[in-house]
């Protein structure tokens, strides 16, 4: 392609894509500028002032980095849990024939539909009677119950994909069926591990309706709700502040993004869509 | 094939190893998601009051009221006109976006980082960055429809009709429509080179080339995009709940959002539960073609 052409092309494209994430980058300027500079008409569209004070009230005076624990904690605690069973559980439904996998299978995919309004009513109420309100134990659970059918399937997919002849082979020299999975499969299998872990951190960091109706004290919110509850208790809504918080609950996400992207495309290829 | 007179020894035992490992995950399902989801059907037939969680057995008046109450036809309406429009934008410019981003140009994987960003993106944020574009006195939107001379004064974007309902379309499909761009991408470079090569030998143009290769080739990974998004939108709760709050008035409040309102601003659990039955059934019917259609994939 000639160069004129290809350089069009790519102003063209560019232009498109700085469109669509311009919310994001005016997410970023928002965030460093001080206030006094926010509420000009009209707005100055690169900050006159670049200020880290937001970011540095946000560390300092508000709940933010105890959110920020919470989350951390129960996006890892879901992650595990929801993974470990997974895995076990696709190897099953793939390598395994007993009665009821094929239903089994089904239902997983059916949950993986299911709305979560659905099964919040009685999730409240059982969490009520476990005496498991407002804690992230109670958050776990509940993750668990979109965070397992969704991890299930994907791996289910990654594990179709490692060949049954490699099992074969480990077993006819000797090892034992989970002999095999550990030093044949689970190798095979890791790069899928880690982009369903990946998945699941993510699905649990946005989380935000269990954790609405299941928490409801300050000692075990999320991110989520805890900086919506910043905007709502705040007489005078900081923007600025609200901007920064936003740019550092995205953090996880943006280092996921630099470094292990691959895994999330991956993870698209494998179990989200199929057809 | 289970339990045919002949199995070997081994296949029993490899059957057992394979329960086994299926165990831990029966046992969590069946008590999080199995037991809540029948809880709920038996809990719509009850009267529940939230703060005391006492109540009385109704059968199934809380249905009757359902049917002949104007919310949940309201509601219904309302999920719909957010689905369709959400959908149709997220596929017009996902397909759009995903031929652009198969071009060769420069830093194409940056390009692409960018544009799925949205998609991974806590809903949370990407409501209060949007509420803040659409702040009537200092948003930037309103301020660049006015440049631009699209309109003369600000707009009130989400306190009013139907500017609420276009803005939580547009959220959604400015928040969604990656999903669209990373299938049909992934589906686009699969295509074969020479069915354009062909095509062009034909004398077919570009748009000509579009409508009779590339098209017919996504349509099997479109049909599964859009029946998994239609199933996704219908169910959206954090997106709406958090712009709008399903206002003005109920003007935007989705079958999601009635439910939860029901059940946790008006106190009415059994009605709650009976609305998010009702909601599920509706739902049933995409399900049930999109659990057919994988299913039928993978035998």
Known sequence: MPLLRKAALSLFVWIVVLLVSFPLIWMVITSVKPQTELFRIPPTWLPETVTFEHYWTLLSETPFLLYFRNSVILSTATTIFVVALATLGAYSLVRFRYRGRETLAMLVLFTYLLPSVVLIIPLYLMMVSLGLSNTLISLVLAYTTFALPYALWLMRSFMEGVPPD??????????????????????????GIISTALFTFILAWNEYLYALVLVNSDSSRPLTTGVMSMLISAFNIEWSLLMAASVMMSVPLIIIFAFLQSYLTSGFGGGAVKG | MPNRPNQTTLERQYARLG?????????????????????????????????????????????????????????????????????????????????????????????????????????????????????????????????????????????????????????????????????????????????????????????????????????????????????????????????????????????????????????????????????????????????????????
């Open chain 2, 19 to 299: 329960i086994l490992l299926i165990a831990p995950t029966v046992v969590v399902f069946s008590a999080v998601i199995v037991y809540p989801l029948l809880a709920a059907i038996y809990l719509s037939l009850f009267s529940i009051y939230t703060p005391t969680l006492q109540g009385e057995f109704v059968g199934i008046d809380n249905y009757v009221k359902l049917l002949s109450g104007k919310l949940f036809w309201q509601s219904l309406g309302v999920t719909l006109t957010w689905t369709v429009g959400t959908l149709t934008l997220q596929v017009i410019f996902g397909v759009a976006m995903a031929l652009l981003l198969n071009r060769s140009f420069w830093f194409r994987s940056l390009a692409r980082s960018l544009v799925l960003f949205p998609y991974f993106l806590s809903t949370v944020v990407a409501v209060l960055v949007w509420r803040w574009l659409f702040n009537d006195l200092y948003g930037a939107l309103n301020h660049i429809l006015m440049r631009v001379g699209v309109i003369d004064m600000p707009l009130d974007w989400l306190g009013s009709m139907p500017n609420a309902m276009i803005g939580i379309i547009l959220v959604g499909a400015w928040k969604y429509f990656p999903f669209v761009v990373i299938a049909v991408l992934a589906r686009l470079q699969t295509i074969p080179e020479h069915l354009y090569e062909a095509a062009k030998i034909d004398g077919a143009g570009p748009i000509a080339r579009f409508f009779d290769v590339t098209l017919p080739q996504l349509r099997s990974v479109l049909t599964v995009i859009i029946l998994l998004r239609a199933i996704w939108d219908f169910k959206e709760f954090d997106l709406i709940y958090l712009l709008t709050g399903g206002g003005p008035v109920t003007s935007t409040q989705t079958l999601a959002l009635l439910v939860y309102k029901e059940a946790f601003s008006l106190n009415q659990m059994g009605q709650a539960a009976a609305y998010a039955v009702a909601m599920m059934l509706v739902m049933l019917v995409f399900m049930v073609v999109y659990i057919r259609r994988t299913g039928t994939k993978e035998t």
């Open chain 1, 166 to 191: 490699l099992e074969a082979a480990a077993m006819v020299d000797g090892a034992s069926r989970m002999g095999a999975f550990r030093d044949i499969i689970f190798p095979q299998l890791l790069p």
